[in-house]
């Protein structure tokens, strides 16, 4: 990955933080953080409550040379590095072994090994199925959104920090690929049950598109993994000249920036998109010109949008292009910048926060929408879109 790329990736705090795209086989609501130029990262500070979120972050110069020190005394590097980002309270600061930093590259490209699960950890701990990928292992075993992960491989994972129900799940420690064994210990009510499943290779669709009554065209983008952006311009050209579009960005955890800025130039004419600094500089990145600025659009968002999505929805929504629907988004808005450690693992550390064109903040807030819909936010969307006249 070059250090232009722009994106999105799971991320942990040592080893106790949530992974939170589907890639590492689950995809886990907890953090989601998105790369800048120069391979500066958006998008992760976690809300005013969340612990530690207000400490100071380490300098890159302070874990670069506790990792040094650890490899002179012939320890892990990257295990100091964890306790230094630990210590520090930088609640989205990350470090990554060299196997996850590729895998994650990988993931970015659309492709990842896995079981096809999407997960998170409920307010009581314990881990819930939110999403289960059609023609995937879990899907053929009839797993369903809602059931309980109880265990892997005969581990119970309730109080188990993510990263290592992911690790498990991926059979990391084994370097498992596709085609080997896990077996999932499953709840769904007074039910429990397991289920063996086989690791498959398979390849996420992120952008999804479906026509309604009323030349209404659904654009549903799930990640902003590579390609995604071009698909969703695709699908603008391709909706009808006098049609409304949503564009659903629910459960959109990020992806790379550059996906999502490329998705925004499908709705804008140029123009601003986000701000970010970096130890205070501040940097732009704007909108190609040529989007479709004439047909109603409206935006689905809610406490799932994240990242890259939620700077996607600042702008539709900042720049007046689009009605935004739905519940407040996750909020984050912190930039982090990596840095390869002496035995090749990857530390991130949190250096800036980016804003919506209108300099609105976003980390620890998120974005509140214009009209605020639960489960009804479809037909809510399909009731204002009625309302927005033809395009002109």
């Known amino acids: 990955m070059s250090g232009r790329d722009l994106f999105c990736q799971p991320r942990r705090i040592g080893r106790g933080a949530a992974l939170t795209l589907v890639f590492a086989g689950v995809l886990v609501t907890g953090a989601a953080t998105g790369a800048l130029p120069g391979g500066l990262h958006p998008g992760a500070a976690g809300r005013k409550d969340a612990p530690g979120a207000a400490r100071t972050a380490p300098r890159h110069e ?90 892997v491989d005969g581990r119970r994972v309730d109080g188990l920090p993510v990263t290592e129900v992911v690790s498990l799940l991926r059979g990391d ?29 398979l390849s996420t669709d992120p952008v999804t598109v479906r026509k309604l009554a009323g030349s209404v065209t659904v654009i549903r983008v799930a990640a902003f993994t590579k390609g995604s952006g071009d698909t969703v311009r695709s699908a603008v050209r391709r909706a009808p000249g006098d049609g409304r579009i949503i564009l659903d960005l629910r459960g959109n955890s990020g992806g790379l920036v550059t996906e ?26 704007h909108a190609a010109s040529g989007g479709d600025t004439a047909r109603p659009l409206v935006a689905l968002v809610d406490g799932g949008t994240m990242s890259a999505a939620e700077m996607l929805t600042g702008a539709l929504k900042d720049r007046g292009r689009a009605v935004v629907i739905g519940s407040r988004t996750f909020g984050k808005g912190s930039v982090q910048m990596p840095s390869t450690l002496p035995d090749g693992s990857v530390a991130e550390l949190t250096v800036g926060h980016y804003r919506t064109p209108s300099g609105r903040a976003v980390d620890g807030r998120g974005i509140t929408p214009d009209l605020e819909a639960g489960q009804d936010a479809l037909r809510r969307a399909e009731t204002v879109l009625s309302g927005l006249g033809d395009p002109s």
């Not at 072994?97 to 998170?120: K, P």
């Not at 690929?177 to 289920?195: C, K, Q």
């Not at 999502?260 to 990145?285: K, N, R």
Request: hydrophobic share 35%; charged share 30%.
């Open 62 to 151: 302070d874990v670069q040379r506790a990792a040094a020190e650890a490899m002179a005394d012939g320890t892990s590097p990257m295990e100091a590095a964890e306790r230094a980002v630990s210590r520090s309270g930088d609640r989205w600061g990350a470090v990554y072994s060299r196997g996850e930093y590729e895998e994650f590259q990988e993931a970015l490209d659309g492709e990842y090994t896995g079981v096809g699960l999407w997960a998170r950890r409920g307010r009581d701990g314990r881990i819930e199925v939110t999403k289960v990928q059609p023609g995937s292992p879990a899907a053929a075993a009839g797993i369903r959104r809602g059931d309980r992960l109880r265990g």
């Open 173 to 201: 420690a084994q370097d498992a690929p596709a085609g080997t064994t896990v077996r999932l210990g499953l709840e769904r009510g007074t039910r429990a049950w397991s289920e063996t499943l086989r690791r498959a290779r």
């Open 260 to 285: 999502a800025q490329t998705a925004a130039s499908a709705f804008l004419d140029g123009g601003l998109v986000a701000t970010y600094d970096v130890d205070g500089e501040q940097h732009a990145l």
